[in-house]
């Protein structure tokens, strides 16, 4: 893989905003390294992180008092806006650095270029329900190979061991999935398996599950609708929204920033919200960790899909590669997408 173009053009979530507190931190976004801080009032900033100096790592410097952050190596200091200054030489010219904007939400910091503008922020918290929370998770694989597994539901009764079907109901499942020029969009239907986790969700055995989602490209990232019907189809009790922002912080890993919402149909369980709400919040870290705990093993997949022996379920992957490259990536505006860019003929078929 080549470098990964720059994408801070979008807005990504880069680190849980409680981490952030009186020294900077280094984040990494396609490759490229970032040093966010707190200024004097609280408000975060990021900076390049690199030193127009000499290119020390200016996240391994501190905040002063006044709120700049110094330089680990020669003490130049810098303010919010990159304005920088050498104290031994003060009338030294062009000491800036390169400053990025960082907006405090849901929680988390989000970084992008300081030309993006406010109302290019996802639209991603779904009217009607409460958030419960949200957590991130480092997966050791590039963006494409992670992007693939969470594109397809077939690998559930295999990698996960809660929520959806098991190994012995594969047959047992109704799906479609549908592509447009900006998303796609995926549903899942099948038997809910037995768990012990289960009925803290008001839900019974013999339920069935159903998993709707809609993937994005402005910055990538999955919204699943996740619910449960009794056999007679009568509606349960929860809903739980999971929205996951799949960022690339190198070429070889990639951070999953998930938020968590929920959403009860029925007024007299409001009691059990709060319980509820905890336990969709630790049900979707596990079953994300089910994830990056197995991506490793096939981290090595590459980019073009030749040679592979693709099925229905792998619909998405295909169109997934043009939308990164078209929407993510810009192949056609400034910027170079990864390479190798070039589908298999087949898999364009």
Request: proline share 9%.
């Amino acid at each position: 893989m080549q470098p990964l173009p720059d994408v801070t053009r979008f807005f990504h979530p880069v680190l849980a905003a409680r981490k952030l507190k009186d020294k900077p931190v280094r984040v990494e976004l396609a490759g490229r390294a970032y040093a966010l801080f707190r200024d004097a009032q609280g408000r975060p900033a990021a900076l390049a992180d690199a030193c127009p100096h000499r290119m020390a790592p200016l996240s391994a410097g501190r905040v002063t008092r006044e709120g700049q952050l110094e330089c680990p190596y020669h003490g130049w200091r810098f303010d919010a806006d990159g304005h920088g200054r050498s104290p031994s030489q003060p009338e030294l010219k062009k000491c800036d650095a390169r400053a990025f904007q960082l907006v405090e939400r849901f929680g988390s910091l989000w970084l992008s270029a300081r030309d993006t503008p406010l109302s290019a922020f996802p639209d991603f918290a779904p009217p009607g329900y409460e958030f419960n929370g949200a957590f991130s998770m480092l997966f050791r694989a590039p963006l494409h190979v992670t992007l693939d597994n969470f594109s397809e539901d077939e690998h559930t009764p295999f990698v996960h061991t809660r929520l959806g079907w098991d190994h012995t109901q594969t047959r047992d499942i109704s799906y479609e999935a549908h592509n447009f020029e900006d998303r796609t969009e995926v549903r899942y239907r099948a038997p809910q398996r037995r768990s012990a986790l289960i009925p803290l969700l008001l839900l019974r055995n013999g339920d069935v599950f159903h998993n709707h989602w809609v993937t994005r490209f402005d910055p990538v990232r999955t919204d699943y609708t996740i619910s449960w019907t009794g056999p007679a189809g009568e509606q349960r009790p929860f809903t739980t929204r999971v929205i996951i922002f799949f960022v690339p912080e190198t070429a070889h890993t990639t951070r999953l920033h998930t938020f968590s919402f929920g959403q009860l149909h029925d007024a007299r369980l409001r009691p059990l919200m709060p319980l509820v709400r905890r336990i969709a919040l630790l049900l979707s870290w596990y079953e994300i960790r089910d994830d990056a705990r197995f991506i490793p093993l096939v981290a090595h997949t590459p980019y073009s899909l030749k040679g592979m022996r693709l099925g229905k379920y792998d619909k998405p992957l295909i169109h997934h590669r043009k939308l990164l490259e078209r929407i993510y990536f810009a192949q056609d505006g400034a910027s170079s997408p990864p390479a190798p860019l070039r589908l298999p003929e087949a898999a364009n078929g």
